[in-house]
């Protein structure tokens, strides 16, 4: 009997593996671990490039420029406010935000890519 593929969101959202979901995929905040530490899984050649930043940066900066323009509109503030609100924002979406997407992405690769894979003995 094979075991169920994990859930890739679930698996995403806590950063682990993506074949047995419980080793953990990060070596640090946003750098992939070379092999999975459970089932050794060869990580490190899963390479997503600038896809994890693009997929959050694009969408975050509409929302940032409506949402500022809108803000502007109703409330008129000092430029000083803008100048403190929008880049805080944008630093906490994307810290927090980088780490799944990217996580997402080498779960898409793993899934429906051919990967060089590497097991434990």
């Not at 409506?66 to 509109?73: E, G, I, K, Q």
């Not at 008129?76 to 994307?94: E, K, Q, R």
Request: aromatic share 10%; hydrophobic share 45%; charged share 15%.
């Amino acid at each position: 009997m094979t075991k169920r593929a994990t859930p890739l969101i679930t698996t995403a959202l806590r950063g682990r593996c993506p074949r047995c979901g419980e080793g953990s995929l990060f070596d640090g905040y946003i750098k992939v671990a070379p092999q999975c530490p459970v089932c050794g899984l060869g990580l490190g050649n899963n390479d997503t490039g600038d896809g994890p930043a693009f997929f959050v940066m694009m969408p975050l900066c509409i929302l940032v420029a409506v949402s500022a323009l809108v803000f502007d509109h109703m409330v008129a503030p000092p430029m000083w406010v803008h100048l403190l609100l929008w880049p805080t924002f944008i630093a906490l979406v994307v810290g927090f935000s980088l780490r799944p997407v990217k996580a997402i992405m080498i779960g898409l690769q793993y899934r429906y890519r051919d990967v060089e894979r590497e097991t434990k003995d």
